[in-house]
T-cell receptor, first 114, second 118 residues
Framework: DTGVSQDPRHKITKRGQNVTFRCDPISEHNRLYWYRQTLGQGPEFLTYFQNEAQLEKSRLLSDRFSAERPKGSFSTLEIQRTEQGDSAMYLC????????????FGEGSWLTVV | GNSVTQMEGPVTLSEEAFLTINCTYTATGYPSLFWYVQYPGEGLQLLLKATKADDKGSNKGFEATYRKETTSFHLEKGSVQVSDSAVYFCALIAHLSAGGTSYGKLTFGQGTILTVHP
């Protein structure tokens, strides 16, 4: 068990560019979550996968954001046409079914849009 | 909707002092309550949890009791150490039925920065 892994850990991009983050959950965890955390705030839920199915998306996830989990293992979060307001830490987490309480977070991917 | 309110920080204490970080919540359904800790440069770690009223969660000397009547889940520790310096987040998952389970859609408070000096 190597924990939830996220890549890259840090990304600086120019406004208008696209960025993609990858998350590798703990093996055999079929639930995967993305959260966003801005400075001085708690994490906010973005989206949730059960295996490869995306079952819920927050209103925070605008049309420029897309998340996938094509084979029910790793997941990607893509942000198109980045804006300065997208600067935040993007956290991935995973949990096994049926436990809703055993949620493991990765170390996060910091995005800075300049 | 669901929300969590934490006492504003930062909190600065001397080593061996008593710690209280207040947390109150608003939730539909039957919430489970959590405290997460985030050390500098690291991800969130679950510190403790309580899944029903009057439950007490405890871990590493930290405790919190689920108080339904006051909708609170205050974090306490009798004697803090320098190594406890971190950001602490109160959070909840709202279940639709008592004893029910749901996926891990956490609602977090804004976090409280704790700094402990030697």
């Amino acid at each position: 068990d190597t924990g939830v892994s996220q890549d890259p850990r840090h990304k600086i991009t120019k406004r208008g560019q696209n960025v993609t983050f990858r998350c590798d959950p703990i093996s055999e965890h079929n639930r995967l979550y993305w959260y966003r955390q801005t400075l001085g705030q708690g994490p906010e839920f973005l989206t949730y996968f059960q295996n490869e199915a995306q079952l819920e998306k927050s209103r925070l996830l605008s049309d420029r954001f897309s998340a996938e989990r094509p084979k029910g293992s790793f997941s990607t979060l893509e942000i198109q046409r980045t804006e300065q307001g997208d600067s935040a830490m993007y956290l991935c987490a995973s949990s096994p079914t049926p436990s809703a309480h055993t949620i493991y977070f990765g170390e996060g991917s910091w995005l800075t849009v300049v | 909707g669901n929300s969590v309110t934490q006492m504003e920080g930062p909190v600065t204490l001397s080593e061996e002092a008593f710690l209280t970080i207040n947390c109150t919540y608003t939730a539909t359904g039957y919430p489970s309550l959590f405290w997460y800790v985030q050390y500098p440069g690291e991800g969130l770690q679950l510190l403790l949890k309580a899944t029903k009223a009057d439950d007490k969660g405890s871990n590493k000397g930290f405790e919190a009791t689920y108080r339904k009547e006051t909708t609170s889940f205050h974090l306490e520790k009798g004697s803090v150490q320098v190594s406890d310096s971190a950001v602490y987040f109160c959070a909840l998952i709202a279940h639709l039925s008592a004893g029910g389970t749901s996926y891990g859609k956490l609602t977090f408070g804004q976090g409280t920065i704790l700094t402990v000096h030697p």
